[in-house]
């Protein structure tokens, strides 16, 4: 006997109406690389598999301009592989495309999505901290409205999200960050391909006419439970002038902050060093400085 | 239901339940026992092909959803004689397979690759495998069957494949590391 039945979506109203049937436990196929292995797992994971892959829209990567500035807008259904094909994402956000680029190997990338990555909400997803670094916002349909959430809002905690029974995630938006910004992605994995990420640092910074820090932004990823801006170790640099001397204490400072979610953990050992490592690292390159550690 | 789709360039309809894998129907309801299971959890490799000419892992895409789409098997790369084709005689020909389980699999991440640059350097080849696993060949012999697979296809002469199948003794003289 078929576990669940299959139907492919046309359109975003067409999958909407499809995950709202009444009486059918509908789910998602996006990529298909994480819910294939949970319908394995899981028998009774859900009457219908509502596949979205070929819905023409949800793979649109645009630029929109409103009111509120000039924005990317990622559609859910865009593989990693889309993503980083795009000179859009690479020109205005490239440590979305490194990120997406750190995904598993070719064929991961081929099948995975930013939606379902950030739907599915895995502790470890690569394009989590990058989103969230970007003050990335969630587009959601349900069948009587639209919402938007802040990524870092709308995923609450690994696995969770605030997505509506029978809402759809339908794209990915990002305001471009301000001239003279630029942005890095690290990733401390076990090996270069197909690794789970052990730790990930999103950040991204520019300076002032005066050479200050105007602006920081830093999201490590696989560190606290909830992906958030460390806006402690932000204020710390705020209005400061860059030096390695400052990313190092940031690094530190960073310690603390993932700390005071955390508490001591089986892993602190292993992840201070290496965060406090990996977020001066991140922002010696995102403020152009030279690591001395790495050159000696 | 019903899965109606273009397999190796023939048109084909079968009877299959919504709920298995594209790797599974491949093997057990068309008896196509090129495409290999191993790890079933999208980690290995082994059981990639080409669906629209993308590489993926047969084993993480449900059967239905090759519906009305084109898949590319390794039954479906050979020479225009039936034999290997010039990607699969350079494998032979450098030593790159051992115990051959991964082999269909690389064959496919290479077309893939080779399909998009015929241009590849060393390390886009070894991206380009990387979602490969191969515990035999430590790689080595398999980048470089790729790498002079691209190098003969740039001078034309992949479009006139005229290698017999039979190996050339070019491969007697490989010494295995």
Known sequence: MERFSYVRAE????????????????????????????????????????????????????????????????????????????ALVRETAPLLSDACHSVGATQIRNMGTLGGNVANAAACADSLPALVCLDAVAHVVTPTEELAWPVADFVTRPNRTQLPPGGLLTALSYLVPARGSRGVFLKLGRRNAMAISRLTVAALGRLDGQGRIAEVRIAPGSATPHIHRFSQTEAHMLGQAPSVALCQEAGQAAVAEMLEVTGKRWSSEFKEPALQAMVARALMSVFNLADEEQLA | MKIEFTLNGHPISVEAPADISLLHLLRDHLNLTGTKEGCGVGECGACSVLLDGRLVNSCMVLAPQAGGREVVTIEGIRGPDGGPNDLQQNFID????????????????????????????????????????????????????????????????????????IPSPRSQEVTHG
């Open chain 1, 11 to 86: 359109s975003i109203p067409h999958a909407v109406t499809l995950l709202n049937a009444p009486g059918v436990r509908s789910r998602v196929l996006a990529g298909g690389t994480d819910l294939v292995l949970l319908a394995r797992e899981q028998r009774n994971l859900c009457d219908r598999v509502v596949d979205i892959t070929l819905v023409p829209e949800l793979h649109e990567i645009r630029r929109v301009t409103n009111g509120a500035g000039d924005h990317v807008q990622i559609g859910a259904g865009a593989t990693f592989s889309e993503i980083v094909a795009s």
């Open chain 2, 94 to 165: 450098y030593g790159a397979v051992q115990c051959g389980y991964c082999i269909p699999g690389m064959i496919l991440a290479g077309e893939a690759l080779l399909a998009k640059t015929l241009t590849p350097d060393r390390a886009e080849i070894r991206e380009a495998i990387a979602g490969n696993l191969c515990r035999c060949t430590g790689y080595q012999q398999i980048v470089d069957a790729i790498e002079v697979t691209a190098a003969d296809r740039r001078k034309g002469a992949g479009a006139t494949d005229t290698r017999s199948p």
